[in-house]
C-alpha cells in the first residue's frame, strides 16, 4: 500500500449539497470511544459518597426514578459537580491543543505560559479585594486571562511570534504573576485566603449549578470558533510563510485563536479553579492514541473530559468525604507525566 493510498483509508469525506467536511475515522472512533468512557466515569462518580449508589441506580434517578431519596442527592448535589468536571476537562484540553499547536511546542500549555496564572490572578482579585461573587469572579478570571495573553504576546513579538519565545515569555510572566497572587494571600484576611488557598489548588468541592452554567457558556461561545478554525491551526502549524501561500492571514488567524482559547482557559478556572497539567497532558495522549500529526483539538477536548472526570473519581474514592482538591491528583499525575516529557524532550534533541 502506497502512503497516498494509507491517507485515503484513514481520511474519509463527509459531503452534502451545503458543505464538506473531512474527517479522520480513528480520530472519530477515538472521540466515541472517550465519550464513552467519560460518561461511565461521570456515572461512577455520582454513585460515589457517603450514600453510595450502583450504576443502574444512578441512571435510573437520572431518569425520573430510582430509590427513595436519591433524587436531590444526584440531581442537586453531585451531578452539578461531575458536569462541571467534563466541561472544565472539556476546555481544557482544547485550549491546551490550541497553545500547544500555537508555540508548536509540547510544554506550550496555558497553565505553563501564565495565562492560566492570570486567569488565577484575576478571580483571586474578585475574591480577596472586591468580595465579589460567582458570576463576577468569572468575570475577573477573563478579564486577568485576556490581558495576561495580551501581555505575553506583545512581550514575544518580533516580526512575529515564535514558538519558543512564547513559551519563554509565558514562563516569565506565570512568575511574576505567582509573586502577585502569593502578595495578595499576605494581605488578605484568614477566611479569605483560605478560601482562595482552596480555589487555587483546583477544586470541584462545593460546585453548583452557577459554576456549570458559566463553564457552559464559555464551550458554547468559543469552541465553534475554535473549530471554525481548527483548518487555519493546521496550517499555522507549518510556519507563517507556508500558511501564507495557502491563503491564510497569519497574524490574524494566531490572535483569533489566541483570544478563543484563553478564554475557553479563563471560563474553566472560573469554574473550577486552575486544575494544573491537564491542559498540558491532554492533546499529547490524544495524538498519541489518534497517532495524528494535527492539532487535534476535539480528541484533546474529550481526552481532557476524561481525566478531569477520572480524578474526580480517585478523589472521592480516596476521600469519601470528598475534601480532597481534584487538582491534588492531577498535580501528582501531571507532574510525573512532565518528568517524562522532558526527558523525552531531552532524548529527541530538542531540549
Not at 65 to 81: C, M, W
Not at 200 to 209: C, H
Not at 226 to 247: H, K, Q, S
Request: aromatic share 6%; glycine share 14%; proline share 4%.
Amino acid at each position: 500500500m502506497t502512503p497516498v493510498q494509507g491517507l485515503e483509508v484513514r481520511r474519509s469525506h463527509l459531503r452534502t449539497r451545503a458543505w464538506s467536511m473531512r474527517y479522520d475515522r480513528r480520530a472519530v472512533l477515538v472521540c466515541a470511544a472517550l465519550l464513552v468512557i467519560g460518561a461511565l466515569a461521570t456515572v461512577f462518580a455520582i454513585g460515589t459518597g457517603r450514600y453510595a449508589l450502583t450504576p443502574v441506580e444512578v441512571v435510573e434517578t437520572l431518569g425520573g426514578g430510582g430509590p427513595p431519596g436519591a433524587e436531590f442527592i444526584v440531581l442537586d448535589l453531585r451531578l452539578p459537580r461531575a458536569l462541571d468536571a467534563v466541561l472544565v476537562g472539556f476546555a481544557m484540553g482544547m485550549s491546551g491543543a490550541v497553545f500547544q499547536s500555537l508555540s508548536r511546542n509540547p510544554l506550550g500549555s496555558p497553565d505553563v505560559i501564565g495565562f492560566g496564572n492570570g486567569a488565577s490572578a484575576g478571580a483571586l482579585m474578585a475574591i480577596i479585594i472586591f468580595d465579589l461573587g460567582t458570576a463576577q469572579t468569572a468575570l475577573g478570571a477573563v478579564v486577568g486571562g485576556c490581558l495576561t495573553a495580551a501581555a505575553v504576546y506583545l512581550l514575544a513579538w518580533k516580526r512575529g511570534v515564535h514558538g519558543y519565545r512564547l513559551v519563554l515569555v509565558g514562563i516569565g510572566a506565570s512568575a511574576v504573576l505567582g509573586a502577585a497572587t502569593s502578595f495578595l494571600y499576605v494581605r488578605a484576611e484568614i477566611g479569605k485566603a483560605a478560601q482562595a488557598a482552596t480555589w487555587m489548588v483546583g477544586s470541584l468541592n462545593g460546585r453548583g449549578w452557577s459554576d456549570v452554567i458559566i463553564a457552559a457558556i464559555g464551550l458554547v461561545v468559543l469552541v465553534p470558533v475554535i473549530l471554525a478554525n481548527a483548518r487555519r491551526l493546521t496550517l499555522l502549524e507549518m510556519g507563517d510563510d507556508t500558511a501564507a501561500a495557502l491563503g491564510v492571514r497569519p497574524e490574524h488567524s494566531r490572535v483569533t485563536l489566541l483570544a478563543a482559547g484563553t478564554g475557553l482557559t479563563a471560563m474553566a478556572v472560573a469554574a473550577a479553579g486552575p486544575i494544573p497539567f491537564i491542559a498540558l497532558a491532554a492533546p499529547q495522549l490524544a495524538r498519541r492514541v489518534t497517532r495524528s500529526a494535527g492539532p487535534g483539538v476535539l480528541p484533546a477536548a474529550w481526552m481532557g473530559a476524561v481525566l478531569v472526570g477520572a480524578a474526580d473519581l480517585l478523589t472521592q474514592r480516596i476521600s469519601s468525604s470528598a475534601l480532597l482538591p481534584v487538582g491534588v491528583v492531577s498535580g501528582v499525575g501531571g507532574g510525573v507525566y512532565l518528568a517524562w516529557l522532558l526527558l523525552r524532550e531531552r532524548k529527541s534533541g530538542r531540549l
